[in-house]
């Protein structure tokens, strides 16, 4: 059973826009939540992270909100540039447990 | 130098073989893990380990092994490869900490024929 899941495979945004990416997940232990981004032919690179006691993180151009009653959080890219097209990969982890469970990814393509 | 380091990039092996994937760090992190990439099914977790003598195994380890070898070292084995095993293969580590981010490595691309 998919605990984190991503249901949008993939997203195509224009230069200057909002890329807004969403992540479900099921386990209501979980209470670190990650974001990571993949170029093809490389490793997935942290991007940023969340605590379940915030509801938003933002570092740049990049936003996580969590909204822990929905079980829901979404990165949101501002403004998308086209170096920004890759997969990313929300994650998410129970303390105690350290092991990162992900999601299924969501390619984003940013139209120049 | 990267961080964390696997062993080959790419292989393609036959049906049946044994293959040993290796993973080396140098970032001093206890945690290491193996995670394999398909297509849409994202990354998944296929063995855990804490510290040397810590293993466990994750979400498919069915047909894998794991040794950890050293703190900076931990190999996946895939004793008697099969197609289905044809994936991208990737090693990672993170440091102590809740919710400390996990480092990875470049990736093997393992093509089971």
């Known amino acids: 059973d998919q605990q984190v899941k991503q249901n949008s495979p993939s997203l195509s945004v224009q230069e200057g826009r909002i890329s807004i990416l969403n992540c479900d997940y099921t386990n209501s232990m979980f209470d670190y939540f990650l974001w990571y981004k993949k170029y093809p032919a490389e490793g997935p690179t942290f991007l940023i992270s969340i605590s379940s006691i915030k509801d938003k993180n933002e570092d740049g151009r990049f936003t996580v909100f969590l909204n822990k009653s929905a079980k829901h959080l979404s990165l949101h890219i501002v403004p998308s540039q086209p170096g920004d097209s890759a997969v990313y990969f929300c994650a998410a982890i129970r303390t105690g447990t350290y092991k990162y469970i992900f999601g299924t990814g969501t390619r984003l393509k940013v139209l120049a | 130098d990267a961080d964390v380091t696997q062993t080959p990039r790419n292989r393609i092996t036959k049906t049946g073989k044994r293959i040993m994937l290796e993973c080396s760090q140098t970032k001093g992190h206890d945690r290491m893990y193996w995670y394999r990439q398909d297509p849409g099914l994202g990354l998944r977790l296929i063995y855990y380990s804490f510290d040397v ?13 794991v040794s950890r070898q050293a703190q900076a070292k931990f190999s996946l084995s895939l004793e008697s490869a099969i197609p289905n095993q044809t994936a991208l293969y990737f090693c990672a580590t993170s440091d102590f900490g809740d919710g400390a981010e996990a480092f990875f490595g470049q990736g093997t691309r393992l093509t089971v024929v």
Do not use: A, L, V
């Open chain 2, 53 to 65: 003598k810590d293993i466990n195994k994750g979400e498919i380890s069915d047909g894998y092994s």
